[in-house]
Every structure is written in C-alpha cells, then in structure tokens.
C-alpha cells in the first residue's frame, strides 16, 4: 500500500482517457473534484490486489450513463458516495476497500473520490483494463461471479436497490432501465467482492498502467517529442490509421451513445478511408467492409499532434487523429471472454482477430 | 464595390482601402492605448494615399483587444454568475478551473439554482423562479452589471435560460446578460466559460464598438461597419458588441484569410511575422485549419473553434544575444521605432539583423554596419531552422509545400527552407491582416429541429437553407462552403427528431481572390 500522490492525478487522467477507448466519458470532471479533494487535505492510498486479504470487503464503483450526458450533468462525489453506504447498509458489511469496475475514462477516478472522502484505499485494479459500455461486459461477469446486488443513487434521492437478477445481462438491463428513467447517469455500486476474487479474477495494475501512460504523453510533450509514438512504445501498441474526421453520426438510444464515423487518410493513408464504429466505445475499425480491429483489442482515437484522447462524443468534423491499437486483458480473449466482449457483443458479424497476432 | 478593413494589432493599426479585388493602398499607424486615436492616425494616413477612401460601401475591423483584455486582465466587468442545474453539478463550482488571478480579477457573484434539462428534454427539475429573484436582488445590491446564465443542456432547450434571463433584467436594470446557449455548445464547465468570459467583456465591447463609431466619424468616414469573427465572417458592430468572444481568434483568421486573399494561394503555409511572434498556420482550401478539441483562452478551457498555430518567439523587436544567435522570446514590442540599433537605440533586435543583412530597408543601415558578419549568419540560420521545424510541424504529408509570408516581418523569413516548395512574398504582404478583415465572408446559419425526415434529409435541407440566407446576404454562390455541420438527436421528441445546426460562409459576390501573387 503506497499514497497515491498528487502529481499522478493528472497523469490517471490522461491515460485513463487513453484507455477508455472513446468511452468512459472524459475523466476532465472527476480529475477536478479528486485535485479539490487533495487541496482540502483528503488524500488517497493505493493497495496492489495482492496486498488484500482473501476475505477482505472491496466495493466496485461506477458511474454509469451516457457519456454527452456527462458533459452537461456533472456527477458530485457525494453522489457516489451515497450508493457505497447504501451498499453497506443492505449488506451488513463495511468495506476495507473500493476499486473501479472501468479504468478506461472517468470511471477511473469515481474510486478515488468514493475513497477520499470514506477514507478507504483504493485497489490498483479494475474489471475491464479499458471501457465496455455494459454490465455483464467485465472479467467478474467472464468468470461467473454472482452479479447482484446493485446499488444506484440519483442527485434527486432517488435510491435503487437491484437485489437479484437472473443473469449479468439481466442486470444490465434492469439497472440499465434505471440509469435512463433517471437521466442516463447515476453512481453505482456493484456487487460487492471478496479480495479473493480480485487477485483472481481482476485485471491487476490498470491504475499504474494509466498513470504511466499519462505520464509518457507528458513527458513527450514537454520534449517536444510525439506523444501518439510515446504511447505506442509505453504500451507495445500498433499504429492503424493517421487522416482527419469526414463526418460523425452519432444517436443516444437505451442510454448508449451508438455510431459511427468516416476517417479520411493523411499522408501514408492519402486516398484510403476507414469506418470506426462506436457503442459508447470504438468497437470496430474496417476498411472497405474488411474489418481491421475489432473489440476487444483497445481502438484509440488520439490528437495527432498532442497525443490526447477523443472520445466518442467529442469527435468532429476536421479533427486530425491517429488511430492505435493496445492489447486486450488476456482473460477478455479467451472464447468465453469473447461471448462477453468480442465484436458479436456488439453486433458486428465479424470474428475477432488480434491484430497483435499475424 | 470598395471597402476599408482595418486591423487593431498590439502593435499597429493597419487599414487597407480594397477596391473589388484590388488593394488601393494599405498604411500602418502606431496603436495607441485608446484605440480610437491609433484608428484615427490609419484612416487619415488612408486617406492620404487614397482620397477615395472616404467613399466606401462598408468597414471590417478585426481586433484582438478582446483577447488581450482576458490575457492582461483588464477592463474587465465582475460578474453575477447563475447556474441552473441543481441538484447536479454542486461539487464544481463555477469558474473552478480558472486562473487565480483572471477569478480574482472577475469577483464571481455564484449562484447554483434549481432547473435545467435532462439529455432527452424532460427537467430535471421545475427551474427555482423565487431562488433566481433572490439571486438578481443581491447581484442588484452588489452593483454588478453583468450576468451570465448557463442552464443544464440550454443548447438542447433553452427556455430555463430566458425565463431567468427575464427575471434578471427586471430586477436589474440596465444589466448585461449572457445566456450560455447563445455562445456556446454541449459541455457545461466550458461552455459556462466562454458566457462569463462574454459577460465580463459586456462593457468593455459595448464602449470599444462606440470607440470605433467615433474614430470614423473624426475620420470622415460613413459606412456601415462590421467585426470580423473567429471564423473569418463578419457581424454587424452593434450585434458583435454584445458578443466579444466571438471576436477573440479574428487577429490570426484575418492575416491567414488575407494570405489566401492576396496570394491566390488556397493550401500552404502561412507565416505571421509580427513584432513579438510568427504565427505558423495551415490554409486548407483558403481557410485556416482548426485546433482540435479544447482551447484556452487566457487559461481557460473553451469549446472555441480556433486556428491551430504554433507561435514562435520570434518577430522584428526579438532580442538578440549578444553572444550567440539566440533569438527573442523577448521582445521590445512597441518601442521597437526607440530601442533599434538602427532606429539609434540601443538595443540588437532582429530588425537589426534584418538590415545589416539587406533583407530589409529601414532605419539607418550604416548603424548596423559594424555588426559581426557571423553573428548575422548564425541568427538568419537559426531561425530558418526553428521555422523550418514549425513548418513541419504543421504539415500533414512529407510533400513540400507553399509558404506565404505575411506582417510586418515579412522579409526575415529566408527564400529557400527545406520542407518548403517556394516562399511567396506579396506586395501588401504587410497588411494581410487588414486584408483579411476587409475580405471578410459573408454566412448563413440554420439551426432548427427536423423531424419526421432521416438523418441525410435532415442536413441536406438544412444545409440548402443556409445556403439561400448566405446569398441572401450577398454572398457569392460558387463560394460557399460549410464551415459547420453538427445534429444532436432528441430522443423526447417523436419521428427521430434531431436538432440540426449548419453555418456556411462564402465570398461576397462579385469579389475574386487575387491570382497574380507579386513576389
């Protein structure tokens, strides 16, 4: 267990972004609250999974929605807060730590604020190694671990307790109902997990890998050298595509924000267009109806020039991107992974090939 | 058709006379702190080289004064600051990610009131009437005479934001209110930004419009006359006095739109060399190319569409060192006709080496004449590189490309760079940002909800519509061109209603750019 400083606030920021694959709503307001949670004295701590005992209690925080709706309905800490005790109560348990179901986007700081303000640590893990727009979409659901209950709070105190569900997509569906009804965003608390469970079955070390991300983006900007290439060497990552955005078309349907947008090529690419499609995240990269990249390998959108992540709802018209591949959580590869995560997920009749493996 | 653009630069004040594509005569006169008399001296320079000048059919003034208010933390109004959007969004409070010193320089009066939208048009909660009252009363017994109103998803609906606006100013008379959905898009902190950024500049764009008014009417001149905008359009004066922020990015719009103009040149590099800086930009089919994403204005994060630059520390006043080719970013800005070697000063600036290397022809060049033959090399090649870096920077493919050199500065920028495939020079290259102002565009903009129509039928229509209200407004129709198409879907409303916004700009008909570039 080690203080999570200051000075890497900014860095989880950039490369939970980063992470996020287009998802995740930008983490821009969560690093705000978590900089004011600092300078009024509160601080953090970050625990490794192994550090948890077996029958340690970790809440698995979130919060959940439509990421334009982020933009404008900025979520207070409070808020999330609220859902953890909640959690507490209808359990009969006090948590010995919190840890985020998403490292990818905003959902990588919610664990920080939830734990500022309990005074709790926080794990160096999560359940996704990036962004996936639903429930049932995260290695504890891949692994069959029981799914419920759920807690969710809303700003107008409206509390919601999911105390069983048939499946994980059946949590999705009903929280999801929820989540909509109250205006595709509100904090979450999952179903709460043993540390056994996270040393088995989370994705050890996302909150380090995000920190070092960040911090490879900038210090390739303070030397002037290319961030895009900074990241691509931090994480062993490949380059896809370098143009511009030629349109976007984007529609917020079931509290997802579903698309997809034209990249025109530049350069090396002149005279080559690619497809991304999105589900809150870029799901799949294609070229002349042939897929290139498909979920779950990470399919980033970055600045060109300063390496910075776009995300799905911020795209725009003109923008000039790059776009890379990372590595997926080896557990989001496996055949049943793939059930969960893989392009049929999304309704991509595609099959998933790495391109990390040619 | 002939017209006056005028450009009010931290240093100078250009005015050019355009006489249909034809550039009449183009003069610089000092800028003053007044503004107005800089404006004045440029006029009555005009007029001299061209009496015709006082016959014209309209004036462009493109300013950066708004900018530097923010950036110098002057002139600036304190502001009443109302939220709608309780109970979300309490934990950040307004102007939270500003500059201490631009708050500080602002005194936000903040009030989170109960209201707003949800993402599909429905309230999050009825808006708190009796809460906005109470806020307008103490922002009355405050004396403070602007007011910013931002509401959660006003760009979606924006009647939270009228209704309050209409309680505000019957409480407070004589306020200035900014409404949040007037300036800006989706994204709640930045937006709120750019309206208190508007809302603090109220007086000080109402008093430099009447400014400008009165600098015509001492010069003679009766025009209508109009602001350039950010993106190369122009507003009518009395319109853009209540909107300053869409003033702030004209200065470099101008001088690459000028670029264009005099040179004929539609894809390239530009290259603004002015007293203290060269701006390096990249024209895409005549307009400057924009900056991704969030821009900062004086530190704070706004969702303007701005020209993506590089700025270099180096212009005609940067510092020499006097040991190596060091070159600014120091400057001696304005006093440069003082401090110059060759103006008798006493202070090495690149003006000097510009002289002493017969790039340049002011001053009194045998003042120079003892300065070490290296030492003018080293410099001339230090900057070749740092601006044949600046280039590459900008570019998107490894092809050479076309350079046009503009400003005051102009003739530093050495003929041959590698990366670039010729150095354009132009004749009133000086006054480009002038230019640019007085070749300003003509828009039209459609921003309404379809419905009952697919997506392509809803901006095909959308864009014919503002199409017709550009040539409406006396643009030419060959020229138009989209500069922004955006749809927002609203799920609350039946047969996939979308908001759809379109904005196309076009040259002012009968007008052609300039082919024959002098060089």
Known sequence: MRQFLESEIEPLAIGAWVLGTGGGGSPYHGFLNLKKLYREGRTVKLIAPEELADDANVAVVSSMGAPMVGLERLTDPEILVQAVQMMEEYRGVKFDAIMSVEIGGGNAIQPFLAAALMGLPVVDADAMGRAFPEAQMTSFAIADLPMFPLTLADVRDNAVVVARAASWKWMERISRKVCVEVGSVASTCKAPRTGREVKDFGIHGTVTQAVAIGNAVQQAQREHRDPVQAILEQEDGKLVFVGRVWDVERRTTEGFLRGKTLIDGLGDYRDQQILINFQNEYTLVSRNGEPLVTTPDLICVLDTVSGEAIGTETLRYGQRVTVIAMRAAPILTTPKGLEHVGPRAFGHDVNFKSVFQS | ?519
């Open chain 2, 1 to 519: 058709m002939k017209r006056i653009g005028i450009d009010v630069g931290g240093t100078n004040t250009d005015a050019v006379l355009l006489d249909a594509k034809r550039v009449v005569a183009g003069v610089k006169a000092p800028t003053t702190a007044d503004v107005m008399s800089g404006v004045v001296a440029s006029l009555q320079k005009l007029k001299t080289a061209a009496p015709q000048a006082l016959d014209v059919s309209a004036i462009m003034i493109g300013t950066t004064h708004f900018t530097n208010a923010v950036v110098e933390r002057r002139n600036l109004m304190r502001v009443g600051v109302i939220r709608i959007c309780l109970p979300t969004c309490a934990s950040l409070e307004p102007l939270c990610d500003w500059p201490d010193d631009l708050r500080a320089a602002v005194v936000p009066m903040s009030f989170l009131v109960a209201g707003g939208t949800e993402y599909d048009g429905r309230d999050i909660v009825p808006l708190d009437e009796g809460a906005i009252r109470e806020a307008a009363m103490k922002i009355r017994d405050a004396g403070i005479g602007a007011v910013a109103i931002t509401a959660v998803f006003s760009p979606l609906r924006n009647d939270f934001e009228l209704r309050a606006k209409e309680i505000i100013e019957e409480v407070c008379k004589g306020v200035l209110v900014t409404c949040s959905h007037e300036v800006g898009r989706i994204g709640l902190l930045e937006r709120e930004n750019v309206t208190v950024l508007n809302a603090c500049l109220g007086k000080h764009g109402i008093e430099t419009v009447r400014a400008f008014k009165n600098a015509l009417w001492v010069a003679g001149i009766d025009a209508p006359f109009y602001l350039t905008q950010n993106d190369g359009t122009v507003l009518q004066a009395d319109t853009a006095a209540r909107f300053p922020v869409f003033s702030f990015a004209s200065g470099p719009t101008n001088s690459m739109r000028g670029a264009a103009f005099l040179s004929g040149i539609e894809d390239g590099v530009v290259c603004d060399v002015g007293g203290t800086t060269s701006d390096i930009g990249y024209l895409v089919k005549g307009f400057p190319r924009e900056a991704n994403s969030v821009v900062k204005i004086g530190g704070v994060r706004t969702l303007f569409r701005m020209p993506d630059l590089v700025s270099l520390g180096i212009g005609g006043g940067s510092l020499i060192a006097e040991k190596g080719p060091t070159v600014g970013p120091e400057s001696v800005g304005f006093r440069l006709p003082q401090s110059a070697l060759v103006f008798g000063g006493s202070t090495l600036t690149m003006t000097d080496i510009g002289v002493a290397a017969g790039l340049m022809d002011v001053g009194d060049k045998s003042l120079v004449s003892h300065l070490d033959r290296t030492l003018v090399q080293a410099v001339l090649k230090s900057v070749r590189e740092r601006l044949e870096d600046a280039v590459d920077q900008m570019k998107t493919s490894p092809e050479n490309v076309e350079l046009i050199a503009v400003g005051g500065g102009a003739p530093l920028i050495p003929e041959i760079m590698e990366g670039v495939s010729r150095v354009v020079h132009l004749e009133h290259g000086g006054v480009a940002n002038a230019v640019g102002a007085a070749s300003a565009m003509i828009s039209g903009e459609v921003d309404q909800i379809a419905s009952g129509v697919d997506r392509d039928k809803a901006l095909a229509d959308a864009e014919e519509l503002a199409r017709l209200r550009a040539i409406e407004g006396g643009a030419d129709e060959t020229t138009l061109t989209i500069v922004d198409i955006e749809d927002v879907p609203i799920a609350y409303l039946p047969g996939n209603a979308r908001r759809v916004r379109v904005r196309v700009v076009g040259e002012i008909a009968g007008w052609r750019p300039q082919t024959d570039a002098a060089e």
